[in-house]
C-alpha cells in the first residue's frame, strides 16, 4: 500500500522511506518486503534506533521530514491507505491468529485522512494546514520522563543480549522495559515475536500462553490479551490534524 503511494506522489518530489524494527534482523523483515516489492528505501533497524530517535511507540507509525531535514510531524499514526476492505481472516489459520484478526479489525484509524492530509503537505509544502510549526512538533513530541528513559536503557540491553544468542537473559530486561513503560506497544511486540516457535513469518505475530502449558510464557501479557483489556478501538491514539 506505501508502494502504491510512492509511486503516486514520488514524481512530485516525496520520497517514502520504510523501516522495519526488529531485533531478529533482515531475515525476520525480508518476506514482508518482497512481497512489497518495494521501489522506495525499505530498511530494517535491528537496534530500533528509529523508535529511540523518533519517539515511535507503536506501528505503523509515520514521521514527516521537509526537503531541509526538518521533522514537519513527529511520529504519529500512519495507517496506509486501502484500495479495497480488509481481508476476513481465512478459516484454516490458528485459531488464536483468527482470534488475532478479529480484534484487529476493530482497531480504529484514519487513512482517508492521513493520505489527504499527506497529499495536500506534498502539494503545498510548508503552506500545508497539515504541516506543523516546530513549537507545536516539540510539543507533540512528548519528552521522555525518567522511568521512559529508564525503560529505554532496560529495552537496549535486552536487545543487545538477544542479538548475542542470550534469550533468557535478554527476558528479564524487555520485561522490566515493559513495566517502566507499559503503553509503548513497540517494546512489547518486539519482546513477544521473539517467543516464536515456527518459521513461519506471521508466527511471530500470535505468540503467547500455551494453552497445554500457559507457565512458560515469560511475560505478564501477551498482545491478544492486553487488546481484549483496553479495546481495540483505544489501541491508537486518535489521528489528530
Known sequence: MWQDVRTELH??????????IDTAGPEACR??????????????????QVAERFGVV??????WIDED????????????P?????PAAAADLPDRLVDIFTEASRIQTSPDAYAHALRDWVANGAASAFALSPDEVIRRS??????????QAHFELAAYLEERGLHGAAVEHFREAHRLTPANFAYKRQAWSL???????LARFWQGPSDDDPASWPYESDW??????FGAENYYRPWVP
Open 69 to 80: 531535514g526538518v521533522i514537519v510531524r513527529p511520529a504519529e499514526t500512519a495507517p496506509a
Open 195 to 201: 517467543e516464536a516457535t515456527s518459521d513461519e513469518p
Open 11 to 20: 514524481p512530485l518530489g516525496l520520497e517514502i522511506v520504510t523501516v522495519g
Open 58 to 63: 507503536n506501528i505503523p507509525n509515520g514521521v
Open 142 to 151: 512528548e519528552p521522555r520522563n525518567a522511568e521512559a528513559a529508564r525503560g
Open 224 to 229: 491478544l490479551s492486553e487488546v481484549r483489556a
Open 82 to 86: 486501502r484500495k479495497s476492505p480488509r
Open 31 to 48: 518476506p514482508f518486503i518482497e512481497a512489497a516489492n518495494p521501489s522506495h528505501p525499505s530498511l530494517v533497524d535491528t537496534s530500533h
